[in-house]
């Protein structure tokens, strides 16, 4: 076999091993985010009254609504906010003296507020117009909480050259990740190591 076969073999088994890499990672990259839950679409549309009478509210999304319009319990994340505001119906009036139907209440404002407690959701109700007399919450589907994320981590290390043992500490403080080594060197003695890095 000649030189230049050689070369041409061992380009073509180089071609081959990069595509097989290259698939290798296509298909872990597919199969990793293949599943993974669908972020919610949490955009602008306009309020739709509907046949019935019934609402389908205005969504306006808000990265810092300001402070809640009612005290939330403590420890609880608020995750939406709503507000509605209900004219009395007819249904609802009062008959006077002589019999005839009246309503001496103007519009009536609800607040209401989604909060994460725990393991489980919450919602908080308040008028600014009145005095709440009951709420009902109705869970229907069980949504998935995120876990709390785990921001320290430690563990033990080794030097395969010098064999010897370490161990250490990290912590995330948002996208910064901090971390401390301590290194036993051959002569017994330890040696500290700081860590700073970028997650991503």
Not at 79 to 99: C, F, I, N, Q, T
Not at 154 to 170: F, K, M, N, Q, R
Request: one cysteine or more.
């Amino acid at each position: 076999m000649s030189v230049l076969e050689r070369r041409l073999i061992m380009l073509l088994l180089a071609l081959i091993s990069l595509l097989l890499i290259g698939a290798a990672i296509t298909v872990g990259f597919w199969w990793g985010s293949h599943g993974k839950p669908v972020v919610e679409n949490i955009s602008s549309a306009q309020a739709l009254r509907q046949q019935d009478g019934s609402v389908v509210a205005e969504r306006v999304p808000q990265q810092k609504p300001g402070p809640a319009p009612h005290r939330l319990p403590k420890g609880s994340i608020e995750e939406r906010r709503m507000h509605v505001v209900v004219k009395p119906s007819p249904a609802a009036a009062k008959l006077d003296a002589s019999g005839a139907a009246y309503c001496d209440c103007g519009p009536v404002a609800v607040d209401l507020s989604l909060v994460r407690v725990g393991d489980g959701r919450r919602v908080v109700a308040s008028s600014p117009d009145g005095n709440i007399i009951s709420a009902l919450d109705v869970p229907i589907e069980p949504a998935l909480i995120p876990p709390e994320p785990k921001r320290w981590a430690a563990g033990v290390s080794y030097d395969p050259a010098a064999h010897t043992p370490g161990i250490w500490l990290e912590r995330d403080l948002a996208r910064i990740r901090l971390g401390v080594e301590v290194q036993q060197r051959r002569d017994g003695n330890a040696a500290a190591r700081f860590r700073v890095g970028w997650v991503f």
